[in-house]
């Protein structure tokens, strides 16, 4: 394929034909239209497979429910190119390095299970059998259970991740490292200590119910475009949306509806957010400070009226502990600090408290703009201190909902995916199975990758994903890998960590969740969970490519009985019938009971949500206020040294996480490339530079590390002064594995320090 690098502002709504047109042309792109356009009739319809792309839930009003980017990734998992033994033959892994992101992915599924073979630079085809035996073999070998790591990617089924922890345990190891410590970490440990769950607590349909929709750090017009129907819808109803980003997302301003027969009739668009605010990289906590602080003020000056106050103080009262240090130390922070650190003025920030305040129900949105800082947990919990003056909490069209990534990551850690060794289900998988768990908590994602670097792991097993272009340091995280004796990649197409291989590595080729599962009782369907906790069956409907691939959960299975054996567990007979798995479910984690019976429901059903029913499992049994001063400065550890830029790395349109589709970014205005840098105009003049120079990046860091990206073209763009963006995954050799957020260890992806120089040379092609 040949792209024509060009830059042309977009002005279309989001959605609407721009987006229908890309969808067919992608679709009719394939060699396989029919089978494709089959499979988008029946994603997320009753007895269809769950949607792989992102975790937004399913409505179950509309007929056709599917978004441009769900339609890119059925059929980018759907391919009929192989990449077969016959492929690897031809290409050495040194040759495969000096190839894109792009180029890899595209070459098709793989279909053989394939081995690393040093001498010659080659994978070479190696039977299931023989694979399973090389593994056991290296964990065997092993002088203890913690020297294995073994990574999820969001996508794996509630089954095989059940079953993968589970193995991780009997095992006697709690590594379990995941995309979600690069995700939504800071939004589940931010969740738990202030409301007792570390999960969203709306349901989809208090969408219909909200006065107002506060929207923080989210680009729903590509990572979420189902979300736009309800975010159209609710504005339709007059909802006022409240958008914060750094950049102007189109998505976010107006959106036509490709589903919506008279909306594409007529040219007309939907307004979505009735407020746009534009706030510093990482500066919504002192954003959210100043809503709170002028609502403070209104909120005394009624009293001072003798009028009934603003806040909600029978909730708070009921509800909660800690309002009164939270209040202090909102009086304490200053507006000069609030503007100066969120870089939005008083005014603004006063227009959306009072937006706030004339809202019955609000609900308030977040995804990566928020957590992937420092201070992401205070983020996180000041959002919910705001929710929580005003009692959004145990009503429709209220609450807290962070927009998950992963069509299943939030399944994966309900099915203990959880690095941190959640007591309850230890308790209850110890007494089901009769073992004892290692109750010490394990490494996540950067802790992982620091013990490999210090040599002390010998396996690491991913359960899909791509851990070497995903985690940060790209330098670091390749040495880290290429420290271990064996590498094993559970993986539907081949990509850079296939790449980076330990002293022995693997590939195992497996299903996707579109293909139809046949095993020894019959067809099998499997589980997910999404964003609103609403569990559902998804059964997939195309024909597997080769008979060598196998099931995610089948080839769980082939690793835990080739290392454990068959008991106290016969894993094999799991694997020829997944309903004997979700017995074990049922049997060990809460809300669970009956969950085969329950499958069968249209729709799935609710998981619950405790503090949605304001039930607080905190150690005071109530919501917690949490009372966290501002960060002083929102890169501490350069000593007080403002760095000239702070750059995030983001998703561009055509992507789906390293999964790169194609090289444009319609909304963003960019076709043909990826190497470009957003940057203010005025920042542009000021650095003497014009748009399309090319530019290094170089990351401002204090460990005497050079971490630099070369041949990046600028691009002005609506941006506030001082803040940059680039794509991911090609940023990721500027992202410190040092530099991640409290308490949660997530890498700060979207507040890197930077300089920014001109140079002349090409983009430097990314090689491991
Ligand atoms: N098509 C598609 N869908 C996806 C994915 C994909 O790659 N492609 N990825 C999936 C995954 S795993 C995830 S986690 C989600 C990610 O969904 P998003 O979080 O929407 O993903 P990003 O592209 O990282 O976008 C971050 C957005 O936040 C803004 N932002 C960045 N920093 C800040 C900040 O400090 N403050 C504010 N207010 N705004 C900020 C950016 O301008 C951008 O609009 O999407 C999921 N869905
Ligand atoms: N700089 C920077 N880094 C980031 C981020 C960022 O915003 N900026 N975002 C972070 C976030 S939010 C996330 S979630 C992570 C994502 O990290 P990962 O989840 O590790 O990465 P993905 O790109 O989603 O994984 C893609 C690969 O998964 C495999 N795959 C696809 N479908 C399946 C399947 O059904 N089964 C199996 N077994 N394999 C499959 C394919 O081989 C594909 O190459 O990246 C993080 N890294
Ligand atoms: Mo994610």
């Known amino acids: 394929m040949k792209f024509k690098p060009a830059i042309k502002p977009y002005t279309g709504p989001a ?51 599917f978004c441009e980017n769900g339609a890119k990734a059925v059929s980018w998992e759907a391919t009929r190119n192989a990449v077969e033994p016959e492929f690897f033959a031809a290409h050495s892994v040194g040759t495969l390095q000096q190839q894109s992101d792009y180029f890899l992915e595209y070459q098709g599924r793989l279909t053989h299970p394939m081995r690393y073979n ?36 969001g996508r794996a089924s509630n089954e095989a991740s059940y079953l993968y922890q589970l193995f991780g345990r009997m095992l006697g190891t709690s590594n379990f490292p995941d995309c979600s410590n690069m995700c939504h970490e800071a939004s589940g440990v931010g969740l738990k200590q202030s409301i007792g769950v570390g999960k969203g607590t709306i349901r989809m349909d208090d969408f219909e119910k909200a006065d107002a929709i506060f929207v923080f750090g989210q680009n729903p017009g590509t990572n979420h475009p189902r979300m736009l129907h309800s975010l159209k819808n609710a504005a339709k109803r007059g909802a006022r949306i409240v958008s914060f980003n750094t950049l102007r997302e189109r998505g976010l301003e107006r959106f036509a509806d490709p589903q919506d027969p008279l909306q594409m009739l007529t040219p007309k668009s939907s307004p979505i957010s009735s407020s746009y605010f534009q706030p510093n990289l990482g500066g919504d906590m002192a954003a959210v400070r100043g809503i709170v602080k002028a609502l403070q003020e209104s909120h005394r000056q009624r009293l001072a009226a003798g009028e009934a106050g603003l806040f909600d103080l029978a909730f708070i009262e009921r509800h909660s502990v800690g309002v009164e240090a939270y209040l202090a130390r909102v009086d304490a922070t200053s507006w000069a600090q609030i503007t100066e650190q969120s870089g939005l003025s008083e005014a603004q920030l006063r227009q959306a408290a009072a937006i706030y305040q004339g809202a019955e129900r609000v609900i308030c949105t977040w995804a990566m703009g928020v957590t992937q800082h420092k201070h992401s947990v205070a983020t996180v919990r000041e959002i919910t201190n705001l929710q929580l003056l005003f009692g959004q909490l145990g009503k429709p069209g209220a609450g807290l909902c962070p927009v998950r990534g992963h069509s299943n990551v939030q399944g994966n850690r309900t099915m203990g995916i959880d690095e941190k060794s959640p007591k309850a289900l230890l308790d209850s998988l110890e007494r089901h199975f009769g073992f004892t768990a290692n109750r010490a908590h394990g490494h996540n994602t950067v802790e992982a990758l620091e013990a490999m670097l210090r040599g002390e792991v010998k396996v690491l097993i991913a359960l899909g994903g791509n851990l070497a272009a995903a985690a940060p340091d790209t330098e670091r995280t390749a040495r880290a890998l290429r420290c271990c004796d064996l590498t094993v990649h559970i993986s539907t197409k081949l990509n850079r960590s ?55 959960t089948a080839i769980v299975c082939g690793i835990a009985d080739a290392v454990l054996g068959n008991q106290p567990l016969d894993w094999l007979a799991l694997a020829d019938d997944y309903s004997l798995i979700r017995d074990h479910i049922a049997a060990t984690v809460a809300g669970f009971a009956d969950f085969n019976r329950r499958c069968d429901q249209p729709g799935g059903f609710y998981l619950g949500n405790a503090a949605a029913e304001l039930r607080f499992a905190t150690p005071s049994g109530k919501a917690e206020f949490s009372a966290a001063e501002l960060p002083v400065s929102l890169f501490p550890q350069l000593n007080g040294q403002k760095a000239p830029f702070t750059l995030q790395t983001l998703r561009s349109h055509d992507q789906y996480n390293t999964t790169i589709y194609g090289l444009d970014d319609r909304y963003r205005g960019v076709y043909g490339q990826r190497e470009v840098l957003f940057i203010h105009p005025e920042d542009l003049a000021a650095l003497g530079m014009r748009d399309g120079e090319r530019v290094e990046i170089e990351t401002l860091w204090n460990d005497g590390v050079v971490r630099k990206v070369s041949g990046f073209k600028l691009v002005s763009y609506d941006i506030p002064r001082g803040n940059l963006a680039a794509y991911y995954p090609e940023t990721n050799p500027l992202v410190p594995l040092a530099s991640f957020g409290d308490g949660t260890g997530t890498p700060t992806s979207k507040s890197i320090p930077v300089a920014v120089r001109r140079c002349a040379a090409p983009p430097s092609l990314r090689i491991a």
């Open 15 to 65: 959605g609407g034909w721009g987006s229908l047109e890309a969808t067919t042309r992608f679709v009719l792109d394939s060699k396989q239209t029919l089978k494709n356009l089959r499979n988008l009739m029946r994603v997320n319809k009753a007895r269809g497979f769950d949607c792989p792309g992102c975790a937004w839930g399913d409505d179950n009003h509309s007929t056709f429910s």
């Open 498 to 552: 296939h790449l980076v291989t330990g002293k022995d590595a693997l590939i195992l080729p497996t299903l996707g969740r579109t293909e139809q599962d046949l095993q020894a009782s019959g067809p099998q369907y499997i589980t997910v969970e999404d964003s609103f906790s609403m569990v559902h069956a998804s059964e997939g409907v195309g024909r597997p490519l080769a008979d060598t691939q196998r099931s995610e």
């Open 118 to 153: 040093a001498e010659t630079d080659h994978y070479e085809p190696i039977d299931w059998p023989d694979a399973l035996a090389l593994i056991a073999k290296h964990i065997k070998a092993m002088d203890n259970p913690n020297q294995i790591e073994l990574y999820t990617s």
